[in-house]
């Protein structure tokens, strides 16, 4: 049996239409909604991202103005190690107040020094001095000049301790040598001299009451007689070198 359609086709097609506005406003406004929640997530994002860039500049003038300090105080530390280089070099690396103290120990006092002298001499390579020993020169210590600083024993130096006086016999003298190798502040003794002299005896002792100048009285003339020949007495003049034993050689 045939179906008869009473409808008109102007209303068949209003109603399709109708259904695909509806259609379109349904995937409008789902489109929306994705558009203002994609917006409000980037717009997040950004506020997000803007306040760590913020935080990053501040961060980054921090690291800045710590950075130069840093460089101030690396300045700073170079020219502290600068003069910490120069004090070392200068630094004699003696008390001297010790040495002398020990020299007095060790001098008896049947010995006079009429000099004693220290050097400062710097090492000499080993390779200096064989080609020093090759060619026949000879390696001396000038005498520094204190207006050229080139010339001044600076750094790692080691020092030579000249004496030189009078003992009253070269037993003496030997005596003095075994204590200076023997003492803890000295090595390497060399005696440069050791000759007899001559020395004027001016020591007189002085009678103490007029008892004792009477009672002596009788004797002056025989002691006066035997001044003239009794005035000089034999002495050993000396000179001698060692080093400090404050250093070792590797």
């Known amino acids: 049996m045939k179906e008869i359609d009473f409808l008109p086709e102007w209303y068949k097609s209003g109603q399709r239409r109708q259904i695909s506005y509806r259609t379109q406003s349904l995937a409008l406004g789902g489109i929306f909604v994705v558009m203002m929640v994609w917006s409000l997530t980037t717009t997040h994002s950004i506020s997000e991202a803007n306040a760590e860039l913020a935080d990053m500049e501040i961060k980054q003038a921090q690291a800045e103005s710590v950075s130069s300090e840093l460089d101030l105080l690396r300045g700073e530390l170079r020219e502290f190690q600068k003069k910490a280089a120069s004090l070392d070099e200068i630094d004699s690396k003696i ?106 005896n001016e020591k007189a002792i002085a009678p103490s009451t007029e008892a004792e100048a009477a009672k002596t009285a009788p004797q002056a003339k025989d002691s006066a007689a035997e001044a003239g020949t009794s005035k000089n007495v034999q002495v050993t003049e000396f000179e001698m070198t060692c080093y400090l034993a404050n250093y070792q050689e590797r």
Do not use: H, W
């Open 95 to 200: 008390d001297v107040a010790n040495v002398l103290a020990e020299l007095s120990f060790l001098i008896d006092k049947r010995i006079v020094l009429g000099k004693v002298q220290m050097i400062a001499e710097r090492f000499i390579d080993e390779r200096e001095s064989s080609s020093s020993a090759q060619t026949g020169t000879v390696v001396r210590v000038v005498r520094e000049n204190p207006g050229n600083k080139k010339d001044l024993p600076l750094g790692s130096v080691r020092f030579r301790i000249l004496a030189a006086g009078v003992a009253a016999d070269a037993s003496d003298v030997a005596a003095l040598m075994c204590k200076l190798e023997d003492s803890p502040y000295f090595c390497q003794v060399v005696l440069s001299y050791s000759r007899s002299a001559e020395a004027k």
